[in-house]
Every structure is written in C-alpha cells, then in structure tokens.
C-alpha cells in the first residue's frame, strides 16, 4: 500500500498481524491490544518536568554510576506531582497534590511497573513520602493513585 490509510485500512491490517502466530508471545498479544485500545493517552500521560540525567548532558537516560549523585526524576498531571530519587537500588519519593487534589485526605499508592517483571508498590505517608526497595535498572513507569486522581508516566530507564 502506498500513502496514508484510513482506519478501516489500519485496522485491518493490525488485525491481521495480531492474528499471526509465528513469534509473538501472549504477553506482547496483551500489551498490544491494552495500548490499541488506551486511546486517550494524550490526555491521561503525565509530563516529565525533570531529568537529572538529562540536565547533566547524559545522551541516555540512566541510572547514576556508584559513588555518584542520585537520579532524580519529577512528573506532573491533573494536580499531582510524583517527584522520586533513584540510588543503587533504593527509591524514595513523595506524591504532592496541589488545587482540588490536594483536599483529597486519604493516602496515595504508587505503584512501579515493569513490562517483563512484577509491579512494586507502596503506600504513601500522610506527607505523600514514600520508598521503594529492590529497585533494579531497567525500563519503569509509575502509576499513582490517590481519591479518583491518577498520574500514569511514560516509560523511562532507570
């Protein structure tokens, strides 16, 4: 086919690669059917607003090396900021809600989730502080929760 389809024309031909067998696994079959169908991620995605990585001119985004400074990372959206720092294999981090999320009173759960291993999760203090252990390097993104407020992040490597 040569120029842009349409949808009937894209769909169809999604359709028809989701019908192959040959090479992909129940767990890619999944993942791709939930993202064909998330299709107000625009809207729900929230923002990166920091990278340490990247203010320190790192061309990819990683972990910091041992013995240096810790990662940071901050996201925003719809009234919450998650703000987390990564070292060796610890995370901390604080939710904070701001405008109408922030007369919300009960605490927030984060949660860290991984496309090839189990989430890890933790409830957030009265402060919205929270930790993580066992944090290894790799592709993440977190999902926070808190009264009907939700911030998903796009993926990142740790």
Do not use: K, N, Y
């Amino acid at each position: 086919m040569t120029g842009p389809l349409d949808d009937d024309e894209l769909m169809a031909l999604l359709g028809e690669a989701v019908a192959e067998e040959a090479a992909v696994s129940d767990r890619r079959r999944t993942a791709a059917r939930a993202a064909l169908t998330w299709r107000s991620v625009d809207a729900e995605l929230a923002e990166l607003l920091h990278d340490s990585a990247l203010d320190a001119g790192a061309a990819v985004r990683s972990g910091s090396d041992e013995g240096g400074e810790p990662r940071t990372l901050s996201f925003g959206h719809s009234g919450l900021t998650l703000e987390v720092e990564v070292e060796g294999e610890t995370l901390l981090g604080q939710v904070i809600a701001a405008g109408e999320a922030a007369s919300v009173t009960e605490p927030a759960s984060v949660m860290l989730e991984r496309p090839d291993a189990h989430a890890l999760s933790a409830e957030a203090d009265a402060s919205g502080f929270f930790r993580l252990e066992g944090v290894h390097p790799g592709t993440v993104r977190f999902v926070v929760e808190q009264g009907g407020w939700s911030l998903t992040t796009p993926w990142v490597m740790l």
